[in-house]
């Protein structure tokens, strides 16, 4: 995509020649509109291949280390570097904070943030299994299905509920890391607000989270010298100036290279003069994008759906266990492949658990006997899962369209729960709500292609 004619704002180009002053060296980018986001980065010249076109050493990047450590050690034991780097945005020396001006004015207002994080969306439109969710929006279940609770409008990747069915309690603790995505953020920004107050007890809520979302959004890795990574991934951050105007791509070809020394950002491909230059920020499914960044991407190679809910609920306690003894349970993930369709492992081993007697599973599993598999039987057992969640896509596709649909809409929720604070109330959640159903859609669409990929080829092959 190339830019568009409209300059960025005079504040830009103070932060440009700012970051130069850090000793930040820019070669044939800058900073330019496109259509439909804010902000993106694009080529100034043609740049060839192998180019570095951005380095920005340590010394100009916000880490936990160039902040003073009488300010740090002002917090709790266990406080969250991502806390204490928010905390010191908000609460740090004036004079130290003063330096950063010209980066702090080209960052998002909060509106921007509460337009696009499902975090901060009112609660009948991000319901959620977060334990911080309210007592009256989940009153009845810790699901969605009760005829008397609200739906659900999150994907269940996000919000961990569902609306066609009541999913089994699976007993079993195991790492959900692109799963729950709504609770396990809120967890984090739930906790960083009371270790923030703990120090700093009459902090507003919306200057704190303001400045939480601006390190989430915009961090890179980061660990300090001599230490070892952090126990939560989220942590290994810092913020690098000027390259948080790069946009996300999967499959960017740009090479970014932590030296421990600077960040180098590298072409890996020519690019044409006023073309836009992406940066991936990880294999991240659209849902995980969603959550963390606040957007998704119309095309994402690593776009997923996960079936666990789906799974467990068809399985026996027994056969749960079975796949616990094979280091099989849990995070069945369901992408579409570009090359010839397989299923994975651990779908096939589940899917097969249905089918065959538990002697010959066990056999198979191990690699001693084939007696009893029949890869096409498995098939149909994992379509009939994918069904399911197609199912749930149907449904709430067609109550988010009722909702856009009703000429009576004036944000408000099932329970009368209104929008605080926007003068443009149903504007805005009509806009929510068109996001909510574009991503149910992709959701869907990504069920209609599994459906289309399972059986198709030797289905008895597993990845």
């Known amino acids: 995509m190339m830019a568009t004619d409209e300059s960025p704002g005079q504040e830009h180009a103070v932060f440009m020649q700012w970051a130069k002053s850090q000793g930040v060296t820019i070669n044939g980018i800058t900073p330019a509109r496109f259509p439909g986001r804010r902000l993106g980065m694009k080529a100034t010249r043609t740049i060839e291949e192998n180019e570095v076109m951005l380095s920005v050493p340590v010394s100009a990047m916000l880490t936990i280390d160039s902040i003073p450590a009488s300010f740090v050690e002002q917090f709790p034991s266990r406080t969250s570097i991502h806390c204490i780097l928010a905390a010191f945005l908000s609460h740090g020396d004036a004079s130290l904070l003063q330096e950063l001006e010209p980066w702090r004015k080209v960052w998002p207002n909060f509106r921007e943030f509460e337009?696009?994080?499902?975090?901060?969306?009112?609660?009948?439109?991000?319901?959620?299994?977060?334990?911080?969710?309210?007592?009256?929006?989940?009153?009845?279940?810790?699901?969605?299905?009760?005829?008397?609770?609200?739906?659900?409008?999150?994907?269940?990747?996000?919000?961990?509920?569902?609306n066609?069915?009541?999913?089994?309690?699976?007993?079993?603790?195991?790492?959900?890391?692109?799963?729950?995505?709504?609770?396990q953020q809120e967890n984090r920004l739930q906790t960083?607000?009371?270790?923030?107050?703990?120090?700093?007890?009459?902090?507003?809520?919306?200057?704190?989270?303001?400045?939480?979302?601006?390190?989430?959004?915009?961090?890179?890795y980061y660990v300090s010298p001599g230490k070892e990574e952090p126990e939560d991934w989220n942590d290994a951050i810092a913020m690098v100036p000027f390259a948080d105007y790069f946009n996300h791509d999967d499959d960017a070809a740009c090479e970014v290279i932590w030296t421990g020394q600077n960040y180098l950002f590298k072409a890996t491909r020519q690019y044409e003069q006023g073309e836009e230059i992406f940066m991936s920020y990880g294999s991240h499914s659209n849902d995980f994008l969603f959550v963390e960044y606040g957007f998704f991407l119309p095309t994402n190679p690593s776009d997923s759906i996960y079936l666990d809910d789906i799974i467990f609920h068809d399985l026996t306690i027994e056969q749960k266990k079975d796949l616990i003894g094979q280091d099989l349970f849990g995070n069945f993930e369901l992408t579409l492949p570009a090359t010839s369709p397989t299923l994975p492992k651990h779908i096939q081993a589940a899917a097969a658990l249905k089918t065959m007697a538990r002697r010959d599973w066990k056999l198979?599993?191990?690699?001693?006997?084939?007696?009893?598999?029949?890869?096409?039987?498995?098939?149909?057992?994992?379509r009939g899962w994918i069904e399911v969640y197609r199912g749930e896509c149907e449904a709430v596709v067609a109550r988010i369209e009722a909702m856009l649909d009703d000429d009576h809409q004036?944000?408000?929720g099932d329970r009368g729960?209104?929008?605080?604070?926007?003068?443009?109330?149903?504007?805005?959640?009509?806009?929510?709500?068109?996001?909510?159903?574009?991503?149910?859609?992709?959701?869907?669409?990504?069920?209609?292609?599994?459906?289309?990929m399972i059986g198709v080829g030797d289905t008895g092959r597993a990845r």
């Open 115 to 162: 337009d696009t994080m499902p975090v901060l969306w009112p609660e009948h439109l991000r319901r959620s299994n977060s334990a911080f969710e309210k007592a009256t929006s989940d009153s009845s279940s810790e699901t969605s299905s009760s005829s008397t609770a609200p739906p659900s409008l999150l994907p269940p990747s996000i919000s961990g509920l569902w």
């Open 164 to 183: 066609t069915f009541q999913p089994e309690p699976v007993g079993v603790d195991y790492e959900t890391r692109y799963q729950n995505l709504l609770a």
């Open 192 to 220: 960083a607000w009371t270790h923030m107050r703990t120090v700093y007890p009459e902090i507003e809520w919306s200057t704190f989270a303001y400045y939480w979302f601006i390190i989430n959004s915009r961090s890179f």
């Open 364 to 382: 198979w599993i191990t690699g001693r006997s084939r007696r009893g598999f029949r890869g096409d039987r498995c098939a149909e057992v994992v």
């Open 410 to 412: 004036n944000c408000v």
């Open 417 to 452: 729960g209104s929008v605080e604070g926007k003068s443009d109330g149903g504007t805005w959640e009509r806009c929510r709500l068109k996001m909510l159903v574009e991503r149910w859609r992709q959701l869907r669409g990504l069920c209609e292609g599994a459906l289309e």
